[in-house]
């Protein structure tokens, strides 16, 4: 009988196992505020850091082409951008200013804008069109300036 139990125990401990591996502990169904608030500024360093790299390329005068992808980049981020700031997302840490939910229609329109202008960066720099491309990314460059200036501490 002693062994038999031995056995039974080991048994269960194995299904136990087998049930603990199987079932991982799950992310809560929804991210958290501040996980919210590191993934929007990720996607805004992320998005900096593309915007230098264009000038650069500008500045040396090379082909442009390359960039299609990275402007398409920004315009999606753009297009998703109002979603990551959902009401109470104003915590610590977040340089977003409370205007971003007082007035959000101004803040989406800007965001559209945004995307727009980024999806047409996209265009030119596919046409590998130099100038046209060198001229619509300081358009893009402006809607970061023109959101920052109402929507972000600094
Ligand atoms: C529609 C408004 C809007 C537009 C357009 C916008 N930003 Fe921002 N950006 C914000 C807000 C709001 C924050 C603050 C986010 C926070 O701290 O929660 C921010 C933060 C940032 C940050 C700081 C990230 C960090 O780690 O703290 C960088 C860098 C940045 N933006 C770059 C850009 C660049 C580059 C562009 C244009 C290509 C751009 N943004 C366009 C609203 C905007």
Redesign the pocket.
């Known amino acids: 009988m002693r062994f038999l139990s031995t056995l039974t125990i080991a048994a269960l401990v194995a299904t136990a196992s087998a049930a603990a591996l199987a079932k991982p502990a799950a992310e809560p169904a929804s991210p958290t505020q501040a996980q919210i608030?590191a993934a929007?500024?990720a996607s805004?360093?992320m998005?900096?850091g593309i915007?230098a790299a264009m000038k650069h390329t500008i500045d040396a005068d090379e082909d442009v082409n390359k960039w299609a992808f990275g402007a398409r980049g920004?315009s999606a981020w753009?297009a998703a951008?109002p979603a990551m700031f959902p009401a109470g997302s104003n915590i610590t840490g977040?340089?977003?200013l409370p205007t971003?939910w007082s007035d959000n229609a101004g803040?989406r329109a800007?965001?559209a804008k945004?995307s727009e202008d980024a999806a047409k960066l996209s265009d030119l720099a596919k046409a590998n069109d130099k100038p046209g491309f060198a001229a619509q990314w300081a358009v893009?460059?402006a809607?970061?300036e023109s959101?920052?200036k109402t929507?972000?501490t600094k």
């Open positions: 608030v929007r500024k805004f360093t998005s900096a915007v920004l753009a951008l977040s340089e977003a971003v803040f800007i965001a945004y893009v460059r809607d970061c959101c920052h929507y972000r």
